[in-house]
């Protein structure tokens, strides 16, 4: 068997049904949100009855339950091993926090200006940087782990810290400076803050304490091979049960203007691509290796949307064209990431990319 059919067949070997069928499942879950709605006129005032916030009760633990499990998932405890690479952390700052979040400002403003609610939901899911589950493409695509782990850690704490700040920034004052329309965005930034700090605060601090605590009292090999495969399946439960809610309740605005969604998803496609060449490129250019380079890549492309809905959520409600933006992205970043895995095994057997970096001259 070639070295390209083993690489393809490792990928599909390491997926689970469910996550490789996920953009079926996805699909099925808008279906069954379209039908729920259209079966159950009173939905939307059985879901409002109970709020956390400005968030239904059942979409936010919908939410909570997507992004506890991938954030237990993080090597806390092995971070240290690759903070001296300052390359590679000042590289993946870069990517995740200047070129990410302008790219796909930019993309918004390009493809939808003339659309506001979706525009803003772009942005909104810009300034969502990757964190755990993008370890899955990382994996797969053989890139370092450890790296990984530490660049999901990072990108988690820059959200808590500096995600309303970004926001403020590219949904009003960028804008304004630019001369481009700003009235259409109306947001608070106590309640992104609060949106970041239930909905990832919450399950951060909770990732980390199942961790620590269940590596102390059961051991590591316990933890890695027992409780993570039992615990992953419910991020992904968790987001197909909250697509299924929030299409119940956007059934008419998706059924009434599909090309809608085609304008969501073209600037995203866009995006990953763009961000994962840029990244890889810079990987390459910087002799980081290729699994360093493939880290880098995967932690650029990917975004964290289960965050990006929960900030549309509880900022612009249920309903709103900012959270169906959220929506729609995995359904196209899924098939995109699998795709760029592909082309990342490909790329790594281009022996004449990976010439290590010179070694400094030994003082005589």
């Known amino acids: 068997m070639s070295t390209r059919s083993s690489d393809e067949t490792a990928v599909l070997a390491q997926l689970s049904v469910l996550d490789r069928y996920l953009p079926a499942w996805i699909l099925a879950a808008m279906a069954g949100g379209l039908l729920l709605g259209r079966a159950v006129p009173g939905v939307q005032t059985a879901l409002d009855a109970v709020k956390v916030g400005q968030t239904s009760l059942p979409i936010a633990l919908g939410l909570l339950l997507m992004m506890y499990p991938v954030l237990a998932k993080v090597r806390y405890e092995e971070m240290g091993h690759v903070t001296g690479d300052r390359r590679l952390l000042w590289l993946s700052l870069l990517l995740n926090w200047v070129i990410g979040p302008a790219l796909m400002f930019a993309l918004a403003w390009v493809f939808l200006a003339d659309s506001p609610e979706f525009r803003t939901g772009l942005i909104v899911i810009g300034l969502a940087r990757c964190i755990a589950m993008v370890l899955i493409w990382n994996d797969l695509a053989c890139g370092d782990r450890e790296a990984g782990a530490l660049l999901v850690a990072i990108n988690s704490v820059f959200q808590i810290l500096a995600y309303a700040l970004l926001g403020t920034f590219y949904l009003r004052t960028l804008p304004g400076w630019l001369g481009l329309d700003t009235q259409d965005v109306v947001f608070s930034t106590w309640e992104i803050t609060k949106a970041v700090l239930v909905f990832l ?5 909770a990732g980390y304490l199942t961790r620590r605590i269940g590596i102390r009292a059961r051991g590591r090999d316990w933890y890695e091979r027992e409780l993570i495969p039992r615990l992953s399946p419910f991020a992904l439960y968790g987001l197909l049960f909250t697509i299924v809610v929030m299409f119940a309740l956007q059934g008419e605005a998706i059924t009434s203007d599909p090309v809608a969604v085609v304008s969501i998803a073209v600037p995203l496609l866009v995006y990953f691509a763009v961000m994962w060449g840029v990244a890889f490129a810079l990987g390459v250019r910087s002799r ?14 990917g975004n964290n949307f289960e965050l990006a809905i929960a900030v549309s959520i509880g900022v612009w409600g249920v309903t709103s064209g900012q959270a169906l933006a959220g929506v729609i992205g995995p359904l196209i970043e899924v098939p995109a990431l699998v795709a760029l895995v592909y082309l990342s095994l490909w790329l790594r057997r281009r022996a004449g990319l990976w010439r290590p970096r010179p070694a400094a001259p030994h003082p005589s």
Not at 201 to 205: D, E, K, M, Q, R
Not at 292 to 301: C, R
């Open 201 to 205: 605060g919450i399950p951060l601090a």
């Open 288 to 301: 980081l290796g290729y699994p360093k380079t493939a880290t880098v890549a995967f932690t650029a492309a």
